[in-house]
């Protein structure tokens, strides 16, 4: 009796077990344990423009991601940090380089078995490729373990603005209203032609006439468009008098 009785327990054990598994994977919480009063993480909608390089560790990347895409990163405790990983969405290869007819969730690491097809001649395993490694473009991706998304913009270089400045340099980049770094000013380049007159050069010009400067951003790792502006130089109205002896 008593055996019976402990048999219908771990029974029950059991199937509460597998209820708590089951509504983990419907839900997509992760069981992880935080530690009592530790912030979880909040993932943003969109990351805005980033740039991932080839050359990048896969840790470097996942860093870009954390601070890109969560919000609330510098309030995580650094066991909550340590323990980020991110998935995302694309297609599964073999090791022949034949892709999957259907995107596939893998870790951004890649190298990862993504899904499995039998064919009737035979079994086909897909595996993802390193993020790193896929070049710009939008990418949906995830926390492992949840199933909230977000959107990875991905770009070759950083979309920017050329404005007006006052002061030495004409112009200067700026990014939504901001101005970039002093770096990114020498990624600007000046053309300045005459107007009714023959001045075609990229340096300045010192003679009296209205011209036109051209501003482009070439290099480094912003874009913009090019802007337009005319200027006129002026004769110094000063008459020049020759100092008496």
């Known amino acids: 009796m008593e055996e019976g009785k402990k048999n219908s327990n771990l029974k029950r054990f059991m199937a509460s077990l597998l209820a708590v598994v089951m509504i983990f994977s419907v839900v997509g919480i992760s069981p992880a344990v935080f530690a009592e009063g530790a912030v979880a993480p909040e993932l943003k909608a ?3 423009e980033v740039i991932i390089k080839s050359g990048m560790t896969n840790d470097e990347v996942a860093q870009i991601l954390n601070k890109a895409l969560i919000s609330n990163y510098d309030e995580l405790d650094d066991a909550t940090k340590a323990a980020l990983q991110w998935e995302y969405k ?15 969730w893998g870790t951004i690491n890649g190298n990862a078995l993504v899904t499995t097809v039998n064919y009737g001649f035979g079994k086909a395993e897909y595996y993802n ?6 070049g710009a473009g939008n990418y949906q991706v995830r926390l492992a373990g949840t199933t909230t998304e977000a959107t990875l913009v991905w770009v070759d270089k950083y979309t920017s603005e050329v404005v007006l400045k006052a002061g030495n340099d004409l112009c200067i980049l700026t990014k939504d209203g901001e101005a970039l770094n002093n770096a990114s000013a020498g990624s600007i ?19 009296p006439g209205k011209y036109i400067v051209t501003a482009s951003v070439r290099g480094g790792d912003f874009f913009a468009m090019p802007k337009t502006f005319t200027f006129t130089i002026v004769a110094d109205p000063t008459p020049e008098v020759t100092p008496e002896a």
């Open 129 to 134: 490729r390193p993020l790193k490694d896929r």
């Open 46 to 48: 969109n990351s805005g």
């Open 90 to 104: 694309g297609y599964g290869y073999t090791k022949n380089g034949v892709p999957s007819a259907k995107k596939h």
């Open 189 to 207: 380049h000046y053309w300045f032609t005459g107007v009714g007159k023959l001045y075609a050069k990229s340096t300045m010009p010192t003679a």
